[in-house]
């Protein structure tokens, strides 16, 4: 991994060293940068900023098949369809996460999450002050998210 930019809270000199890494997602806060990793083995792998739990709450262990960066949290989505999330939870990042499996695919804005499960059906969890979970669909058929 090579990072660059600012290095205020660890952005670039506690990025990991090494290879195998499958997936790199980034922040997009200004003041609470932190990125993850996914390595060819499952496991995920944290540096930068930790204000908010971004490293320290990350899970531990395999299976871990994609991950997502919001503003400050975190998402991954393990290969049994299930969605874990760490870090900040001031709009809900974390306590409103669904449960249960069917989820093929993560994505997270600034203080929010999205999921897409198996059946097409896109699920949101997190901040709503501008309609991020009021105006999400509510039909199936979806194939990808962002």
């Given at each position: 991994?090579t ?5 205020s ?11 195998g ?8 806060s200004w003041d609470?940068?932190?990125s993850?990793?996914l390595r060819n083995?499952?496991t995920?792998v ?13 899970p531990t ?7 997502a960066c919001?503003g ?6 393990r290969?049994d ?6 870090g900040?939870?001031s709009?809900g990042?974390r ?5 249960g499996?069917?989820?093929v695919?993560?994505a997270c804005?600034g203080a929010?999450?999205v ?9 949101t969890?997190?901040?709503n002050?501008t ?7 509510t039909s199936?058929?979806?194939v990808?998210?962002a």
């Amino acid at each position: 991994v090579t990072a660059w930019g600012d290095d205020s809270t660890g952005e670039r000199d506690d990025a990991p060293t090494g290879a195998g890494f499958v997936a790199i997602a980034c922040s997009d806060s200004w003041d609470k940068s932190h990125s993850v990793g996914l390595r060819n083995d499952g496991t995920v792998v944290t540096w930068g900023d930790n204000s908010e739990g971004q490293r320290d709450d990350a899970p531990t262990g395999a299976g871990f098949v994609a991950i997502a960066c919001g503003g400050a949290h975190s998402v991954g989505l393990r290969n049994d369809g299930t969605v874990v999330t760490w870090g900040d939870n001031s709009e809900g990042q974390r306590d409103d996460a669904p449960t249960g499996a069917g989820f093929v695919a993560i994505a997270c804005g600034g203080a929010h999450s999205v999921g897409l499960r198996n059946d097409g059906t896109v699920v949101t969890w997190g901040d709503n002050s501008t309609g991020e979970r009021d105006d999400a669909p509510t039909s199936a058929g979806f194939v990808a998210i962002a």
